[in-house]
């Protein structure tokens, strides 16, 4: 509707009301603009569900018409609240306090009887997933994730603060111009069914940030176990404001979109499937909110015309120990080394099959070559990413040569990792020049990881689909998180802009 006038050439009183008023129902078939110049219509049950106070978010990006219930709205919004406050107090925290955080926190998950606690909080968690059929890979908190929970918080336990430290000095005549980190602000993470985010995250602190948490439903009790009896007390024993990490404790995708569309968050981090990222993404994005996204990987391993066998074989196998972003999911074979290194492929994934409950093979350009049960592909399908829980499934490509791999990899994959097999230097150069990676090496592809790579526990695997990031590394950890401030120290008290009218006084 066309805004009318009133005579002094304002917009009329009614205009302004309708324009402000409180959106307080839907109707069924109600269009809804978005992107401009298309619309999509609300649902008879997205109409029923509405309630007044409730919020209606539109994904510019797709058009997704997003619920958010009023009290799920006041959940995110009292977390955001409490981490801002408690980060206006982290500028009189020390470094010690810091320190003795996560040492606390470390000492708690390394109690028998703590962990006591938190297991058996999992443990429910796990039957549950199990009673609906979810994975639940990545949801046990076995030996091994406590182990790397207590590493990691060791890690930061060590670590330097970033807080104030000068990176460039530029000296001028009478003074000097220092740009200095500092602390980013609130960090909003959202996160898939792993228990462990709270030991990676809370890294954030390290720097002076705090954090706000939200988990998928499948692990929502193994995160309050632990925040009951480990993350809290030990931000009480070091003196840490109580806000410095805080859980929205819901099980609702809605907290989520509520929390990362709030504008005092300086960051927001999103970790799980695909499309659930994807979306978290652009919520953050048409919010005016900084993102790092990982909800695609799936590596890529070449095997060029130089490549060792042996070698090769050990690279597939070790690829393919478990399923996470970084576990082998294209392996293409230059067609000159087809005839033998084919069945080495073929014999490194029945090994990895045999270690868990068999593997599935899908073929793209081989079909004449391959002796075993699979699927035939289309070239588009080496886009597909498979999600496999305890049998291996990985695609297999036969190539015309190398530049037909990355031509393939740049054009299909999530532009994340890859490996290539090659014994040529030369080779091995052209591969990382022309590959949009953030991530490339010249083995085994589980490597792609902030804590076993570079002794860092990551917050996330920063994979925008695009290859390339801005200005950082592809491995987003809690001393990556700051601002840079910018200070002048002036030694000549008489400086002006224009140096022929200075004068001394």
Known sequence: MAATLDHSGGKSQEATRARGEALTSLQDGMLIPFSGDRFTRVSPELAKAFRPGDQLMVVQDTGDLLHIPADTQ??????????????????????????????????????????????????????????????????????????????????????????NAVIERIAHAGWAVEQVKAPLGVVGFVFEGRPNVFADATGVIRGGNTVVFRIGSDALGTAQAIVQHALDPALAVAGLPAGAARLVVSPEHAA???LFSDKRLALAVARGSGPAVAQLG?????????????????AWMVADASADADRFFASVYHSLDRKVCNTLN????????????????????????????????????????ISVPHTQLAETDLATEWEWEDKPEVTLAIVDDLDHAITLFNRYSPRFGASLIAEDAAAQAHFFANLDAPFVGDGFTRWIDGQYALDRPELGLANWENGRLFARGGVLAGDGVYTIRTRVRQSDQHLDRTPDTAKSF
């Open 256 to 258: 989520g979109w509520a």
């Open 74 to 163: 006041t959940l995110a919004h009292q977390a955001v609240t409490e981490a801002q406050g408690a980060f206006q107090q982290m500028a009189a925290v020390s470094e010690g306090q810091i320190t003795a955080f996560f040492d606390r926190f470390a000492r708690a998950l390394g109690n028998d009887l703590i962990w006591a606690a938190i297991a058996e909080a999992n443990r429910q968690d796990v039957a549950r997933a199990l009673e609906r059929g979810r994975s639940t890979t990545r949801l046990l908190a076995d030996a091994n994730m406590r182990r790397d929970m207590i590493a990691g918080l060791r890690v930061w336990r060590n670590q330097t603060s970033p807080r």
């Open 282 to 298: 652009a919520i953050a994005r048409q919010t005016g909110i900084p993102v790092s996204l990982h909800g695609t990987g799936g």
């Open 330 to 369: 294209v392996c293409a074979i230059v067609r000159t080394r087809a005839d033998d290194l084919v069945p080495r492929f073929l014999e490194a994934l029945a090994q990895a099959g045999a270690r868990r409950a068999g593997f599935k093979l899908h073929v793209w350009g081989a079909q004449d070559k």
